[in-house]
């Protein structure tokens, strides 16, 4: 967050709204001098050149739980948009519908309790319209719709030199939780720069399929998969369907008790079905393609994958409506059976 705040009156009236896809184009320069100011009060944050502003402003504002509100100025009958603020809403806690196992392997990661958060990308408000009441009209709109919400926690970076938006910060009752330092180091030599991700084994380019196809790594031994036959796994994006620019890829599926790959009776890599709505579009959830997770069933004690008398393993169908609408919770995820049917 990145607004200097000065304390003159206003005599202009402000007003300020939930944000629309059609605003997008008139929110973008206002993002991309955010950004801009953002990176001139920290110089660890560099603005990548020739970045789409906006395709970035029109995905936030698609995004399920991605709240953004904008700021009007009224004057001589003209309205026009001169400030933002953007809110994104998540859960820590798992889902519910998520497997059990996989719900453990979660909580291992991290040691506090989940907390429900409203996180601040950022506001932003013209030089000449920031004043105490169009700062306050932006903030009391997040608060609100994040008690609407029942979120536990707001979390918002603000600059060390931004001691106007701390006060103001401070009355509406946040707390100075952290105070975080950056040492920056100008690489000026980017080309040869060790990998700092993790090490993944050289594998033969003409064993790649496609240019678009990525191998599927073993997590414990960072080998690549094979299936029975000794040929290495890659996962293939679903033909025709991207998420903005990017290429969307199964989700291969593993055993709830050996956690390997599981393999079917042709050898084949089982992966997850994509989750389509009535209109046959992939749903998203937070950005995300949604897969149909596997129907999981207990025997002798223990999880395991269900699957029907011909040895096809079984996934979880989606609640729908009598219009044939995917049923979503309140926080905008779809609704799985249990079942298959």
């Not at 809110?87 to 806690?93: K, M, P």
């Not at 033909?239 to 890829?249: N, R, S, V």
């Not at 209109?279 to 004690?301: A, M, T």
């Amino acid at each position: 967050m990145t607004t200097a705040l000065a304390t003159k009156p206003q005599t202009t009236p402000y007003t300020d709204r939930l944000a629309t896809p059609a605003d997008a184009a008139e929110i973008a320069p206002l993002w991309e001098a955010f950004a801009r100011e953002r990176m001139a009060a920290d110089p660890s944050m560099q603005v990548k050149p020739n970045f789409d502003f906006l395709q970035y402003v029109r995905r936030q504002l698609d995004k399920p739980l991605s709240y953004a509100w904008v700021l009007e100025w009224h004057a001589d009958s003209q309205s026009a948009i001169v400030g933002c603020l953007f809110v994104y809403v998540y859960d820590e806690a798992p889902p519910q519908e998520l497997p059990q196992e996989m719900r453990l392997e979660q909580e291992l990661e991290n040691p506090f309790k989940p907390r429900r958060v409203g996180a601040v990308l950022g506001m932003y408000v013209q030089p000449e319209h920031r004043h105490t009441d169009t700062i306050k009209l932006l903030a009391e709109a997040a608060i609100n719709q994040a008690e609407a919400l029942k979120v536990s926690d707001i979390d918002i970076l603000v600059s060390a030199e931004q001691t106007g938006v701390q006060a103001l910060l401070q009355r509406f009752g946040f707390t100075k939780a952290a105070v975080q330092y950056t040492k920056h180091f100008d690489l000026t030599d980017a080309t040869d720069l060790p990998s700092l991700h993790r090490p993944k084994p050289e594998f033969e380019l003409s064993e790649r399929p496609f240019d678009n196809a990525i191998p599927l790594y073993d997590p414990t031994t960072n080998e690549i998969v094979r299936n029975p036959q000794g040929e290495a796994i890659f996962l293939m994006p679903l033909p025709d369907e991207t998420t903005g620019k990017l290429p969307i890829y199964p989700t291969p599926v593993r055993d709830p008790q050996t956690q390997e790959w599981i393999f079917d009776r042709l050898g084949e890599l089982v992966v997850c079905p994509v989750l389509r709505d009535e209109n046959g579009k992939v749903v998203e959830y937070q950005g995300i393609p949604q897969f149909h997770p596997p129907v999981y069933e207990i025997v002798d004690g223990q999880i395991r994958l269900q699957q029907d008398a011909e040895g096809n393993y079984l996934f979880c169908a989606v609640e729908k409506d009598k219009t044939g609408k995917i049923l979503l919770t309140p926080n905008g995820s779809p609704v799985f059976k249990r079942t298959a049917s």
